[in-house]
């Protein structure tokens, strides 16, 4: 089941048998709206606050995932999740709500992959029939938690990324209907030195490049093993760095092959900087648009790599570097019958 020293080889394949996803305003008006299984036009939705709204989507995302499922909730033995806001408060709450076992996770916008893979890591070792996983975040609260809050009006350079408000969340089996989850690379904390919150994508680029490169030399792959290589949130800025790096080691990744969910969510024209970012970014962007893309045979087979900048507001003002990690899970087209 180890390959190497950090990847895991799932033989017995558990199944994301379903998924749900949440989005806000701009993710409505984005460029894949239709991959979200709910739509809020108000980012208070019905709330009396931001950190309360990131809660209800995330109930809402896995709410969802249990209704496009063939299961009932009383059977699913785990939730995993984990979010950006204040010790996780967001997620423990809605696990309160859901009433589940609940592992909490702090990966920052890495947390997609690891509940992920940590989901099918336990399937895959029967230690579970049905595991919950997924996170969510809220334009608004992230603001106002690790920069300013929006009605401050704070000037952003071009390297700034836009928080996706949104949730997703996977039903991951043991058997069934569905993508199947074939391994893991668990991710090293990479720190090259960047202090500016407002450049993750360049903080987080060597993350991905680490992992990426790990994870081929391990499974002894090239990266046209794989129809799509695809990062969560490292925007313009952070892509094309990471692009610079694997090239720069020799790993064959196209343009075309390489795709980064803070740069489908949005279309090119909406106010979003150098793209989207925040721990739904990679949430939304695998369960909602690529894994249905794999749902419906045009992908075989796609290496999701979620990356994740593990800074708080209080390392930023006593003037430490950005540690940054990322978590890769490999998910292959599977079968249309039991």
Same mark, same amino acid.
């Not at 239709?34 to 208070?44: K, N, P, Q, S, Y």
């Not at 995932?65 to 939730?79: G, L, M, R, T």
């Given at each position: 089941m180890l390959a190497g020293h950090r990847t895991w080889i799932f033989e017995n394949e558990p199944v994301i048998i379903s998924t749900g996803t949440v989005g806000g305003p701009m993710e409505a $008006?984005? *460029?894949?709206?239709? #991959?979200?299984? &709910? +739509?809020?036009? $108000? &980012?208070?939705? *019905?709330?009396? %606050?931001?950190?309360?709204?990131?809660?209800?989507?995330?109930?809402? #995302?896995?709410? #969802?995932?249990?209704? *496009?499922?063939?299961?009932?909730?009383? /059977?699913? /033995?785990?939730?995993? %999740?984990? $979010?950006? &806001? *204040? /010790?996780?408060?967001?997620?423990?709450? #809605?696990?309160?709500?859901?009433? +589940?076992?609940y592992f909490g996770l702090f990966s920052a916008c890495a947390t997609s992959m690891e509940g992920l893979a940590l989901a099918a890591f336990l399937i895959n070792g029967n230690g579970a029939d049905y595991i919950l996983s997924g996170t969510a975040s809220h334009n608004a609260a992230t603001e106002k938690q690790f920069r300013y809050p929006t009605e401050y009006g704070g000037q952003k350079p071009p390297t700034a990324q836009w928080t996706v408000t949104g949730a997703g969340c996977g039903l991951v089996a043991k058997a069934g209907v569905g993508p199947k989850v074939t391994s893991a690379t668990i991710g090293k904390v990479v720190d090259m030195g960047v202090k500016d919150p407002f450049n993750m994508g360049g903080a987080m680029a060597p993350a991905a490049v680490d992992t990426i490169e790990a994870h081929l030399r391990e499974r002894n792959v090239d990266a046209s093993f794989y129809d799509l290589i695809i990062t969560g949130d490292l925007g313009q800025v952070g892509r094309e760095v990471s692009l610079d790096m694997l090239q720069k080691k020799h790993i064959e990744v196209t343009e075309e092959n390489y795709k980064d969910c803070g740069l489908t969510i949005y279309r090119e024209d909406q106010p979003v900087f150098s793209g989207a970012s925040g721990t739904a970014s990679s949430a939304v962007g695998a369960y909602g648009h690529f894994i249905q893309l794999l749902k419906k045979k045009e992908l075989n087979r796609i290496l999701v790599v979620a990356t994740g900048a593990l800074h708080s507001p209080l390392s930023v003002q006593q003037k430490d570097s950005i540690p940054c990690i990322a978590h890769a899970v490999s998910i292959e087209a599977g079968s249309d019958v039991l």
């Open positions: $008006d984005g *460029n894949i709206p239709e #991959a979200f299984d &709910i +739509l809020h036009d $108000d &980012i208070w939705m *019905n709330q009396s %606050s931001f950190e309360k709204a990131q809660r209800t989507m995330m109930e809402e #995302a896995c709410q #969802a995932a249990i209704k *496009n499922s063939v299961i009932q909730k009383e /059977q699913v /033995q785990f939730f995993i %999740s984990g $979010d950006l &806001i *204040n /010790q996780i408060t967001p997620s423990s709450f #809605a696990a309160k709500t859901l009433d +589940l076992p």
